[in-house]
């Protein structure tokens, strides 16, 4: 087992967690109305207060089982204050909110570079603006007076509880994303900063195997590190295949990944990320959704050693292929609502695929999903069980508002 001494390590799934990075939800929340909930990506409205509530049972759940638990909004604040780069942050940041008008950007831009504490201009910047807080010299753009029942300037980013998906850790390293939609995008301007200028995760410190402002699209949910020689990416919703080749010939070259997998999990917005359908939650057990299994396409690409690849269709059944790569004799499939069409479509919408492993056979559940939980306590794993009564209503699950920064090896 190769000692922690990298601030990112992370080698599997299922080993035991040790440092994570969430996002508490907040003032976003309150920014979502019925008419742009989907361009937000968004479903219904959680109630803030006990949203707050739900994620911080799940990140004392996670400290007491010995994790230590940060926060993006607290990484971000500290990596601008000690890059100097309060200034740049809000430039940046200002270019990707779609605000034209000038007199706007420079009222945006004076409200935040007011702000003293950095924290709470990050914070800010993440709940977003109304139009009803900021008022203009010089009146109004013109998308300020044709757009007039679009209640904001900026919009909130919504999403950014589900830390999963704007980067990605494995090996010693991130791929820092680039999202499908805009709204998702933005997010990945913290992780940026963090990667430039926190001092424990900047400078160099991370290794970068992706970047934001690479063109084809890809994100967190569907990258999972099964193993130090296995990684499976979905080609999804979210995650374009062009994107899985660029990243496994960098892959091959500065980790010692021997396989990609590469899971055609198809454009469905119920399974928008391959881990909404399929996590590992042992050495030898993953959680699956009936329906992507008639039919799945699963790649294998290897490494040729010349810095190019190789990619094959498999043929096998997925348990062979898993347990191959994974040197176990067999895996079992766990099938979300225990294969009931009913209950499998209602716990799956409602993240029962969607695990976050802790330690091998010690999995964090939403409570919610009764028939999943059962079977996988039936399979002899621990459960930790979380209320998500109110998270669920942004489609994210345990693995999605977590993204692990420390595993130690298994
Ligand atoms: N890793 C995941 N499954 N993340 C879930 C993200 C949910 C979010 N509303 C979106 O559509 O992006």
New binding site residues.
């Given amino acids: 087992m190769s000692e922690i001494t990298r601030p990112i390590h992370v080698k599997s799934e299922i080993g035991p967690l040790k440092k994570v990075l969430l996002h508490r939800p907040g003032k976003e929340l309150e920014n979502l109305v019925p008419d742009f909930l989907e361009r937000l990506?968004?479903d219904d409205i959680p109630y803030l207060e006990d949203a707050q509530k739900e994620h911080d049972a799940f990140a004392e759940a996670l400290r007491e089982n010995g994790v230590e638990v940060l926060y993006l909004e607290k990484l971000a604040a500290e990596a601008i204050d000690a890059g100097g780069v309060k200034e740049q942050f809000v430039d940046e940041w200002l270019a990707e909110t779609g605000v034209q008008s000038q007199a706007m950007l420079k009222a945006l831009k004076d409200y935040l570079l007011g702000m003293d504490d950095t924290y709470e201009m990050v914070l800010k910047t993440m709940e977003g603006f109304r139009k009803t807080e900021i008022e203009v010299e010089g009146g109004k753009s013109l998308s300020d007076l044709y757009e007039t029942d679009y209640p904001f300037i900026v919009d909130p980013m919504p999403?950014l509880y589900?830390t999963?998906?704007p980067f990605a850790t494995m090996y010693n390293g991130v791929t820092l994303n680039h999202m499908m939609s805009d709204t998702?995008n933005r997010e990945t301007l913290y992780g940026k900063f963090i990667f430039d200028h926190h001092p424990e995760y900047g400078n160099g410190k991370v290794d970068r195997f992706y970047d934001r402002e690479e063109l084809t699209r890809i994100e967190?949910?569907d990258e999972l590190v099964l193993s130090k020689d296995v990684l499976a990416v979905g080609i999804s919703q979210r995650t374009d295949a062009r994107s899985i080749e660029k990243l496994a010939g960098r892959l091959f070259k500065e980790t010692d990944f021997k396989h990609i997998f590469a899971f055609l999990i198809g454009e469905n917005r119920k399974f928008?990320?391959l881990?909404?359908v399929f996590t590992m939650v042992d050495y030898d057990k993953f959680t699956i959704h009936p329906e992507i299994e008639g039919g799945l396409k699963v790649w294998d690409i290897t490494p040729n050693g010349d810095g190019s690849v190789n990619i094959k269709e498999t043929e096998d059944e997925l348990e062979n292929i898993l347990a191959d790569a994974l040197g176990q004799d067999s895996v079992q499939l766990i099938r979300c609502g225990d294969g009931d069409p009913v209950a499998s479509a209602r716990e799956q919408w409602n993240d029962g695929s969607?695990t976050l492993t802790i330690a091998p056979g010690v999995v964090v559940v939403y409570d919610r999903n009764t028939v999943t939980n059962r079977i996988l306590e039936e399979a002899g794993l621990k459960l930790i069980k979380v209320r998500g009564s109110e998270l669920v209503r942004?489609?994210?699950g345990p693995?999605?508002m977590s993204m692990p920064l420390q595993r130690e090896d298994i």
């Fill in positions: 990506l968004f999403n589900f999963r998906d998702r967190g949910g928008m990320h881990d909404t969607n942004g489609r994210g693995r999605c």
